[in-house]
Nanobody, 125 residues
Framework: VQLVESGGGSVQAGGSLTLSCAAS????????MGWFRQAPGKEREGVAA???????EYADSVKGRFTISTDYVKNSLNLQMNTLKAEDTAMYYC????????????????????WGQGTQVTVSS
């Protein structure tokens, strides 16, 4: 399984970015997938996840601003990020699981089996 993130960059507060995660060797309907982020000196945290039925789950800090989606044609996972804040600055990782997770587990990094290398998002205030 290989997950490759793209779309990161630098943006001013209030701006938008769209992250994409191209999956190979993995079928999106196999299990849950998610986006996680890690800022320097902080633990990795769940941002948004989606299960194999298309049900999303979001961290409170991004609700109403971020939207997770899957593209079955491109076999990719996307994260539309709007109204970005300085506190959104972090390395963003795509992750995929072997199974469909219950909603209470979808934002837990330990529940995922495969990880990408990450893409940096920097938001300046």
């Amino acid at each position: 399984v290989q997950l490759v993130e793209s779309g990161g960059g630098s943006v001013q507060a209030g701006g938008s970015l769209t992250l994409s995660c191209a999956a190979s060797g993995y079928t999106l309907s196999s299990g849950s997938m998610g986006w996680f982020r890690q800022a320097p000196g902080k633990e990795r945290e769940g941002v948004a996840a989606i299960d194999s039925n298309g049900m999303p789950e979001y961290a409170d800090s991004v609700k109403g601003r971020f939207t997770i989606s899957t593209d079955y044609v491109k076999n990719s996972l996307n994260l539309q990020m709007n109204t970005l804040k300085a506190e959104d600055t972090a390395m963003y990782y795509c992750a995929a699981g072997r199974f469909r997770l219950g909603w209470w587990l979808m934002l837990h990094p330990s529940e995922y089996n495969y990880w990408g290398q990450g893409t940096q998002v920097t938001v300046s205030s």
